[in-house]
């Protein structure tokens, strides 16, 4: 890649050195078809000025945030002609709300927000997702007395707990708190989180129940037949509600995790990494009608998330210490250096003392990480089907259909086309699969319970788990 910054953090450009780019709007590249195979030397079209240029970007603070922070802090939002101010929300609920509501142009989204807008659950709204933002990023911790209920069953490994740590281990803890009258509880983040999909398959891969929605009967809880009752709880307030007794658990993004094992007060016991390899995680989402009124704008915005993508993961993670003073800033994820380093340059501690190599923890560009793959939308989908979100079958075809509203591979790859286009990107910094794909990934195998994940069969899918809504059951 060519790049001024080179690493180091450079001056803001002002809005006078704007160069236009061309005279053609980025309507043309809004016309590609997402299926075509097309490489950068069939891209033609030039990208016009932004139509919209002052935006204002909502965010949690999470690590994973981190393409959205370097893409202001290293200017490449200004080199598109971009102005963005951006803005820490409370929760996951008040973003979607601000960005339907046009109080926000876009934001960092949960996967499953724009997915779960399209089709009306909480809340019905059109949002797109022309780039997704990072894969793996999660973990699930636990209260240090659950951990020394479940550390004795545990294999051994070189003298340390032998990993991945599958939820059959907290089966008899589980029991003993049903034994004693009482509730076993964990915390996830929103109900069309990444977090709440994963805790649910670690939990059921070990055999407990984690229970199921009934939208159809009023019963937004989740809780029907569940052995563990989860709740949802703002990511930056996990750790206090676990000291707090409120929780025995959690499934948190970072730097979440990490914070409670610095402070001795939590034991994380699994990465997302090991529930399933290489999962999509969050996304940048913004308005249909957003996206359709402002082409140029649009695609300047994925033009800079690609950048700052590229940056966090070039040669082998070697920006990331910078890339952690960033997000260690108050008005950002605002995490000391320490916590927020733990799992951002390539190291992950599970609990205080056991720390091992993480590489692949947090991915930003590596493993085509930003491109928008149906697949990746329909198997959110398969897990709401699951536990009862959506709660009556529906054919393959609506999967698909339902993917293809929400994700925008199209978008992704006309931003790719023109960064290429303009020497600003080689063609060799991105994967041949970028041009080639279909918007399906390969069949996945990297699941805590080895069932292979095939996004062009869903209900195939759906019904190969083992527990779990399956036909034209309802919860």
Request: aromatic fraction near 4%; proline fraction near 4%.
């Given at each position: 890649m060519r790049s001024k910054q080179d690493g180091k953090l450079t001056t803001l450009i002002g809005r006078r050195t704007f160069m236009k780019r061309g005279?053609?709007?980025?309507?043309?590249?809004?016309?590609?078809?997402?299926?075509?195979?097309?490489?950068?030397?069939?891209?033609?079209?030039?990208?016009?000025?932004p139509e919209k240029a002052d935006l204002k970007f909502g965010f949690i603070k999470l690590t994973d945030m981190a393409p959205l922070a370097i893409a202001k802090e290293l200017g490449y939002f200004e080199e598109e002609g971009l102005y963005v101010e951006l803005e820490a929300q409370a929760n996951w609920k008040v973003l979607l709300d601000r960005v339907i509501d046009g109080q926000l142009d876009g934001a960092h989204m949960l996967a499953g927000q724009p997915i779960a807008a399209t089709i009306g659950y909480g809340t019905q709204a059109d949002i797109i997702t022309p780039i997704s933002l990072d894969l793996n990023g999660n973990g699930i911790t636990v209260s240090n007395a659950v951990w020394e209920m479940m550390k004795p069953s545990i294999p051994k490994e070189n003298g340390k707990p032998k990993h991945p740590i599958g939820a059959e281990y907290l089966k008899p803890v589980v029991e003993q708190y049903r034994k004693a009258g009482k509730l076993f509880k964990m915390g996830m983040v929103f109900p069309v989180s990444t977090h709440n999909y994963e805790l649910r398959y670690w939990l059921a891969a070990g055999g407990l129940h984690p229970g199921y929605y009934a939208p159809q009967r009023g019963d937004t809880a989740g809780t029907i037949q569940a052995q563990v009752h989860l709740s949802v709880t703002p990511p930056p307030q996990m750790p206090a509600t676990l000291e707090a007794g409120t929780i025995d658990g959690y499934c948190v993004g970072e730097p979440w995790n990490q914070q409670a094992v610095m402070r001795g007060i939590g034991v994380a016991v699994i990465t997302d990494y090991e529930i399933w390899k290489n999962n999509p995680e969050k996304v940048f989402g913004v308005r249909r009608e957003f996206a359709e009124k402002f082409p140029n704008t649009t695609i300047r915005i994925v033009r800079a998330l690609i950048r700052a993508q590229y940056w966090l993961d070039q040669e082998n993670n070697k920006n990331r210490p910078e890339a952690v003073k960033i997000l260690s800033r108050p008005y950002y994820v605002g995490a000391d250096y320490d916590v927020i380093a733990n799992s951002m340059t390539g190291f992950f501690e599970y609990e205080r003392g056991d720390r091992r190599a993480a590489h692949d923890f947090n991915v930003f560009f590596r493993y085509n990480a930003p491109y928008p793959y149906y697949s990746d939308a329909i198997w959110y989908l398969t897990q709401m089907r699951r536990w009862g979100q959506i709660p009556e079958q529906r054919p393959d075809d609506w999967y698909f259909e339902t993917a293809k509203k929400v994700y925008r591979p199209d978008l992704y790859k006309a931003a790719a086309e023109s960064l290429i286009a303009e020497g600003i990107m080689n063609e060799s910094d991105f994967p041949e699969e970028v041009w080639k794909s279909d918007g399906f990934r390969p069949v996945q195998r990297g699941f805590i319970d080895g069932i292979p994940y095939d996004g062009r069969f869903p209900n195939r899918y759906i019904d190969s788990l083992p527990i779990g809504l399956k036909g034209n059951e309802k919860a």
């Open positions: 005279a053609a709007v980025a309507a043309t590249l809004f016309g590609l078809s997402a299926g075509l195979v097309r490489t950068p030397a069939q891209a033609s079209a030039k990208l016009g000025e």
